[in-house]
């Protein structure tokens, strides 16, 4: 059984940055697919970033590309989601999540596994 415990949201303004963590447990972040996701109020979950623990490679959404940089530690056993040039539009609850096949996705419905998630609030 993974389990993941999102850390790290707050209250921004808009331009500044935060930098959420995603402690894993019952497996290693280097042998699973660890995504973002978020999900604004009265909006679907959407995908934000995934990086593939097997090969290191990374994708993102369009409107995070340069701005949000996902990021892990083997030693921590831990996966990072770096936020710079935070907007309003980020307001969110972010989750992590992970799938064991060793395929990055950009759908939530391919993860199995899935933090409690962490609020970021972006003011203007």
């Known amino acids: 059984q993974v389990q993941l415990v999102e850390s790290g949201g707050g209250l921004v303004q808009a331009g500044g940055s935060l930098r959420l963590s995603c402690a894993a447990s019952?497996?290693?972040?280097?042998?699973?697919?660890v995504g973002w996701f978020r999900q604004a109020p009265g909006m679907e979950r959407e995908f934000v970033a995934s990086?593939?623990?097997?090969?290191?490679?990374?994708t993102y959404t369009d409107s995070v590309q340069g701005r949000f940089t996902i990021s892990r530690n083997n030693a921590a056993n831990s996966v990072y989601l770096q936020m710079n040039s935070l907007r309003p539009e980020d307001t969110a609850v972010y989750y992590c999540?992970?799938?064991?096949?060793?395929?990055?996705?950009?759908?939530?419905?391919?993860?199995?596994?899935w933090g409690q998630g962490t609020q970021v609030t972006v003011s203007s």
């Open positions: 999540a992970a799938r064991l096949t060793p395929v990055l996705s950009t759908l939530d419905t391919n993860y199995v596994y």
């Open positions: 019952g497996r290693t972040v280097s042998t699973s697919v």
């Open positions: 990086l593939n623990g097997y090969t290191g490679s990374t």
